[in-house]
């Protein structure tokens, strides 16, 4: 019998896997040298760290995504959407599951700390194709390899088919069948980073430092000086105590001890904590807040999201895009939209357009969609000339003027 059954005996009765009472692989701590354990929980409460999943799950979820077919040298969306690509989890019509967001949040989360995100296909349309997914939490699938060197997939230890199943894996090592934990290989910056915090806490709160020391003249017994230093400490230490007066007696007095610069550089601690999250995850240090310094993601907040979105995005939109164009039909493939991170200032998106509308490559009403504003009669025609004017909504271009005063 193995140690963890017996462990698991002597608790009590086995349950279920999943349940909160029961450990996960995730939510086993690992000390670190500083201290402090760190495991798929406690990492999130870093809060550049935190920052971090949350800018990454939220970009890719807040993309949308569009099955392409080729068309000539070119892709274009396909006309009718499939399911799979719509709706993938079923919450768009049916709200007992996760909305397109909910459930791309939650792979993009369980990829970001384990390296892998999980789905299973549970249901099919009349064509078998897959019309619905659901997420699973890492610790509830086993990877391993058949005879011929393939994956294999087991969920809740009941076997899984590989047509079935959806696997988004971030880094790996060469010929390895799953990705690698940013938590397990970074545990150590981060559990600095979580101590640097605990730190602050206490020294702010409690005093993590001596801050000074009450002189009396006369000697005085252990409990003497112990009743002293406690009715001291009730009446200020803490935070809610800050500020308050004292009065001392019987020719004792209050000496501060000022604190060593060395022992109040946690601030530096923890903004080098944010950048080592920033290099982590390929997050540009502005968006956790560190603007203190010059950046080479380049010379401005766009020039800086330009940067974000090819060097990080890029490859989560990637791999996203992988995944899913493996569950369409052959001939398509799944593409995110990428211009709304891509969209400039009013003033530079009208100059993208007036370009984009002189050499021909969208229509009006092509420039009108990207603003959300209606389509107008006529707009589709990529070849009217721009110098045209109409006298109505009606005419299109190129058709006789209509009889009567002309509206300027």
């Known amino acids: 019998m ?28 690992h000390l670190t040298a500083s201290g402090v354990p760190v495991n798929d929980q406690t990492a999130m409460k870093l809060i550049s760290l935190f920052a971090c999943v949350r800018i990454l799950a939220n970009t890719v979820a807040g993309l949308p995504i569009r099955a392409m077919q080729a068309a000539g040298s070119i892709q274009v969306p396909v006309d009718r959407q499939p399911t799979i690509v719509v709706d993938p989890f079923g919450g768009g019509s049916n709200t007992a599951w996760p909305t397109r967001r909910d459930g791309a949040k939650q792979l993009v989360v369980s990829a970001a700390l384990r390296g892998n995100g999980y789905a299973v296909i549970t249901a099919r349309d009349y064509l078998f194709r897959p019309a619905r997914l659901s997420v699973c939490h890492p610790d509830s699938v086993k990877v391993d390899t058949d005879d011929s060197g393939g994956r294999i997939y087991e969920v809740n230890r009941v076997p899984v088919d590989t047509v079935d199943m959806v696997h988004v894996m971030g880094m790996s090592m060469p010929g390895a069948i799953t990705g690698m934990s940013p938590i397990a290989y970074a545990r150590t910056a981060i559990g600095l980073g979580l101590a640097a915090e605990e730190f602050a806490a206490r020294f702010f709160g409690d005093g993590a430092h001596l801050s000074g020391v009450i002189e009396v003249k006369e000697d005085m017994t252990v409990a003497q000086a112990r009743q002293m230093k406690e009715a001291w400490d009730a009446s200020h230490a803490g935070l809610k105590n800050s500020h308050a007066s004292g009065i001392l007696s019987g020719g004792a007095s209050w000496k501060s001890i000022t604190v060593p610069p060395e022992d109040a550089q946690f601030l530096g601690t923890k903004a080098a904590s944010n950048l080592d999250m920033a290099m982590l995850y390929g997050i540009p240090p502005h968006m956790l807040g560190q603007v203190d310094r010059t950046t080479s993601w380049g010379t401005g907040i766009e020039q800086q999201a330009l940067g974000f979105l090819a060097y990080t995005m890029g490859d989560w939109l990637g791999m996203f895009e992988d995944a899913w164009t493996g569950m369409l039909p052959r001939g398509q493939s799944a593409c995110f939209d ?15 357009a007036v370009a984009a509308r002189t050499a021909n490559i969208e229509t009006i009403n092509e420039l009108r969609g990207e603003e959300n504003l209606p389509p107008v009669e006529g707009g589709d025609d990529i070849h009217a000339p721009l110098n045209s004017a109409h006298t109505n909504t009606g005419a299109a271009p190129g058709d006789t003027e209509p009889e009567g005063p002309a509206h300027v």
């Open 2 to 29: 193995s140690l963890l059954r017996r462990a698991t005996r002597a608790a009590g009765p086995v349950q279920e896997f999943g349940d909160s009472s029961i450990p996960t692989n995730g939510s086993l701590a």
């Open 338 to 352: 990428t211009r709304k991170l891509q969209r400039t200032d009013r003033a530079g998106r009208m100059a993208a």
